[in-house]
């Protein structure tokens, strides 16, 4: 039992992202279905929608929980913030690139590509994370 709970507190900041990095990709493609399927909204309008509403659970999840930034004065939410909606923004291109390529020019069913553009998206984000945006919080 013990080894488990070593095991846990060494790898827990991945643990977590990996949890949060689920839960985010589970609202991002929530929120595709609910908006390309129930509303016929367009595939990349819904992609963007989708994109909003998981970077705001992400930086949320990110910054309190993952990340231990526990800094709430506004200077460091700015910073934090802007640097993670701009990283954010460069896997939203990283994202759209990657389904207007397989879904759109491929022809590929779209919603095996947003599993595994999302794959990619966590990946890149978990890295710009931990070494550009919440780096000085340890």
Known sequence: MNKIKDLFIKYKEII???IFGVLTTIVNYVSYIIFTRLFSVDMLISNLIAWFLSVVFAFITNKLIV???KDLSLKVITSEGAKFMMARVF???LDMAILFVMADIM???D???KIISNVIVIIV??????FLIFKNNK
């Open 16 to 18: 977590n992202y990996g």
């Open 67 to 69: 990340f231990n930034s």
């Open 91 to 93: 896997s939203l291109f």
């Open 107 to 109: 022809k590929m069913n």
């Open 111 to 113: 919603l095996i590509v």
């Open 125 to 130: 984000n978990y890295v710009l994370s931990k």
